[in-house]
């Protein structure tokens, strides 16, 4: 099939300064459109490209009760507003958990290289110490049934829940979870060494800081900016464990790269612009907001050096030699761009947006697929290769006509990027299949393949298909053997 390109894509380039005025409001102007008309332009990827998927545990194992967020469920917010919209449960989800032999098959279709998902640390180790090695056996058995179908695992050991005694004892508030979290690291990994290469340990830590602690929309839905620091650090010394661990124990190479072990956190890369770029105010807010979220916890894996502060409300620096080296890649989750702008009623002192022009997903979130090829420009800086552990869009349509569009162009910017010689090495596409969107429960449809709840049935989208088609006219050019 052809691959063709839609108009050129609207500039994106965020790093909060990083382009002049003109440059900004021309994103914004031009705002990006999936109605435009094509034109041919080839999309390349280079050999051993991975093109992967990716998906959560608690978002849709089904089951998953023992936990921060099943908790949460049944919090009430201080309006009154049930804590996830609509007063959902994630009760069975998309029952991946029963389900995991068929969903191989459909990754299989897609002829997908890769596969990331999440081990639920509240099926691994329900209680302190006490290990369900019948859990950590069935994650085990889904890493050996993907390479069997030629799909290789990508392991996330933290996304975003954790077992209710963690929780009990203040989560990642209490500096004694790094400790706790390592013990459960420590067991898992040699279960899993032979199997898995690639791992996240930590997908987005400022995402899980900032949601809990400083906006409150997830538990434990804390408005605290110094609280928000100190867990941010804690999730970082928590990798740094994780990382140490890794490279320890997993000395197999299980697909034959000459790599054994491959870890990074996935950090979550969001495209910050000032609100008004006429506003000094807004101009300096994207900065705080480009360099706490984006830019210094990406710092801190490299130098060690953890900083973290928003002027006049907090600031907590620290040295941490552990922390030093710990990206072998970069991880990169994106999905937007995002307006900043001062408010001093914020609990950091600003707020984050959107325009009123520019395309959007069923969250509201801009759709300006240039920004793919800008986050890993930003996350090339680091000097190590980059993967994009994430990237995808709710689109409840059908035919899901946004899904397809921005996929196709983001996929562009995305060679673009590779075309300039940045080293990107993989795309997992969020999300194999719809889920539950934390506080937005299941309502977003982020899936490849679009799940009716009622029957457990899977769908391929149009999205799904266009990147089914993509995949196999790469395979066709150059050739790839499946991954593991
Ligand atoms: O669903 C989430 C995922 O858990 C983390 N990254 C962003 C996705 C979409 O919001």
């Known amino acids: ?143 050996v049934l993907l390479r069997a179908a030629g799909i290789a695992p990508m392991i996330t050991l933290h996304h975003f829940t954790e077992p209710l005694w963690i929780t009990d004892r203040g989560g990642f508030e209490d500096a004694g979870t790094v400790a706790a979290f390592a013990r459960f690291v420590e067991h898992v990994v040699p279960a899993l060494a032979d199997v898995c290469d690639w791992w996240v340990t930590i997908n987005e830590p400022a995402v899980y800081a900032v949601n809990g602690w400083l906006n409150g929309e997830f538990p434990p839905a804390k408005q605290d900016v110094a609280l928000a620091g100190r867990v941010l650090e804690h999730l970082l010394l928590a990798h740094a464990r994780a990382y140490h661990t890794l490279h320890e124990h997993d000395r197999v190479d299980a697909d034959g790269d000459g790599i054994p072990c491959w870890v990074s956190l996935a950090t979550n890369v969001v495209a910050f612009e000032p609100r008004h770029t006429w506003n000094p105010a807004d101009v300096a807010a994207a900065k705080v907001a480009h360099a706490n979220f984006n830019v210094r916890p990406l710092d801190a894996c490299v130098d060690g050096r953890f900083r973290f502060g928003l002027p006049g409300l907090a600031r907590r620096a620290a040295t941490h030699a552990e922390l030093a080296g710990t990206l072998d890649y970069v991880g990169v ?72 569009a921005f996929l196709l162009d983001s996929l562009h910017a995305l060679a673009d990027a590779l075309g300039e010689g940045v080293d990107v090495r993989g795309y997992y596409h969020w999300s194999l299949m719809d889920n539950f969107e934390w506080a937005h429960g299941f309502a977003p449809r982020f899936g ?30 150059v050739g790839d053997p499946p991954a593991p």
């Open 448 to 477: 490849l393949y679009r799940v009716d709840y009622a029957t457990q049935e899977r769908t391929l989208t149009g999205g799904g298909q266009l990147y089914r088609d993509i995949i196999a006219s790469h395979r066709a050019r």
């Open 333 to 404: 989750n994106h999905y937007f761009r995002a307006l900043v702008g001062v408010n001093p009623r914020a609990p950091a002192g600003l707020e984050v947006g959107f325009d009123d022009v520019t395309e959007k997903n069923d969250m509201g979130w801009d759709l300006i697929p240039a920004t793919l090829g800008d986050a890993v420009r930003f996350a090339a800086r680091y000097g190590r290769p980059v993967v994009v552990t994430e990237h995808g869009i709710c689109d409840g349509e059908v035919p899901d006509r946004r899904r397809r």
């Open 1 to 143: 099939m052809a691959v063709r390109r839609r108009r050129a894509l609207a500039a994106g380039g965020f790093a909060a300064g990083a382009l002049g005025a003109a440059a900004r409001l021309a994103v914004r102007r031009a705002a990006w459109s999936p109605n435009v008309a094509e034109e041919p332009a080839p999309l390349e990827f280079p050999p051993g490209f991975r093109f992967g998927a990716a998906t959560s545990a608690h978002q849709v194992e089904g089951g998953t009760t023992n936990n921060n967020w099943a908790r949460f469920e049944r919090h009430v917010r201080p309006d009154g507003r049930p804590a996830i919209s609509g007063d959902q449960r994630c009760g069975q989800a998309a029952d991946h958990w029963e389900r995991f032999p068929d969903d191989v098959e459909l990754m299989a279709q897609l002829g997908l290289d890769g596969y990331r998902f999440s081990l639920e640390w509240s099926r691994i180790e329900p209680a302190e110490g006490r290990f369900d090695d019948a859990a950590l056996e069935r994650y085990r058995s889904w890493c």
